[in-house]
């Protein structure tokens, strides 16, 4: 294992908008930047990033260029590898961050921003489709489904309000009850009165026909035509390289449903381990991109702050150390020239 002698300002773990953004915003602050970017993003299977002002309908692959190369251009150092592991370096000096091949850098402050994972369930060809038309948030895709017959997965509590939902894009809605819990009387009455189609059964897989979903299939065999599937995955924190540190996975809940894991921060990112901050999805689970990009944002101005008052605290050390070197030279003399004088009177 090789250290690299040069310590960055900062290292930024994870190369998606939240990394990318940060990175920019600190390289135009002219710190010293290092990310390292496992290539494998979320949003990988996805076509097109949506809502995202100025660039929307761009391929995620596509932003993700555009954005290495104007935090480049300030001078950020972008390379491709899988950190292992993070470790705090003696006497609070910064970090120590390993790489799979075995190179190890150090900075000075860390910025993790490795997403999350998208863990969808054992339903056979969900996999296959998804982020095509097996899908989950409907401000990312809804338009591109829209008017077009969809069918609601039923795993946990929220996928009533999944369905009534998914309803401001199409009229043809199915809820398939699957293994979710049956919805109450007045869930019902919401369900027709909006005009949504209740299917018992467990789904047991997915029709497709020339790579595009055709339908639901049911345990009895029954076919129900749908041209897109939603269904909830579990959210889950890639924060494995921050268990050295003692950052651990938060549970997110809502309406007493663990919708999954993320690393908590202030609203600046900021962990409770000194000099680490988090942004995008491993500290947001629900963030689109355009969020993602604006907690990177928010994480590098802050962490420029952090190290401006660290810079200026050395510097009035720095500045005060001549002085006190002189006032301890004159100490020492007067306090030699009293044991002399001393010995003096004694003779």
Not at 50 to 74: D, I
Not at 143 to 162: F, K, N, S, Y
Not at 176 to 204: C, K, M, N, S, W
């Amino acid at each position: 294992m090789s250290d690299m002698t040069q310590t960055y300002d900062v290292v930024v773990i994870g190369g998606g908008a939240a990394g990318l953004a940060g990175a920019l915003a600190l390289s135009r602050a002219r710190r010293s930047v290092r990310v390292i970017d496992a290539g494998s993003p979320r949003n990988a299977p996805a076509s097109h990033v949506h809502n995202y002002l100025g660039r929307e309908g761009t391929p995620p692959s596509e932003l993700a260029a555009v954005g290495r190369k104007e935090a480049a251009q300030y001078g950020a150092e972008i390379v491709e590898g899988v950190v292992t592991s993070a470790e705090k370096l003696p006497g609070g000096a910064g970090f120590r961050v390993v790489q799979g091949d075995g190179t190890a850098v150090t900075a000075r402050r860390l910025l993790v921003t490795t997403g999350l994972v998208d863990e969808l369930p054992p339903i056979p060809g969900l996999a296959e489709r998804w982020g095509q038309d097996v899908l989950h948030c409907p401000y990312c895709h809804g338009w591109e489904v829209r008017d077009a017959a969809i069918g609601i997965v039923a795993l946990t509590p929220m996928a009533v309000h999944q369905a009534l939902l998914w309803r401001q894009w199409s009229a043809d809605v199915t809820l398939f009850l699957h293994t979710g819990a049956e919805p109450g009387d007045e869930e019902y009455e919401q369900l027709a009165a909006r005009g949504i189609a209740v299917v018992d059964g467990e789904v047991t897989g997915l029709e497709v026909s020339g790579d595009r979903l055709t339908g639901v299939r049911l345990a009895g065999g029954r076919v129900v035509p749908r041209e897109a599937v939603v269904v909830q995955p579990r959210f889950t924190a890639r924060s494995g390289v921050l268990d050295g540190l003692g950052l651990y996975g938060t549970p997110l809940e809502m309406g007493g449903l663990t919708l999954g894991t993320y690393i908590a921060g202030d609203p600046t990112g900021a962990t409770e381990v000194p000099g680490v901050w988090v942004a995008g999805n491993v500290a947001s689970l629900m963030e689109q991109v355009i969020g993602s990009a604006a907690a990177g944002l928010k994480a590098g101005a802050a962490i420029n702050a952090d190290l401006v008052a660290e810079d200026t605290r050395r510097a009035v050390e720095a500045r005060r150390a001549p002085f006190s070197a002189e006032a301890e030279r004159q100490v020492c003399e007067k306090t030699l020239g009293n044991r002399r004088h001393g010995l003096q009177e004694t003779r």
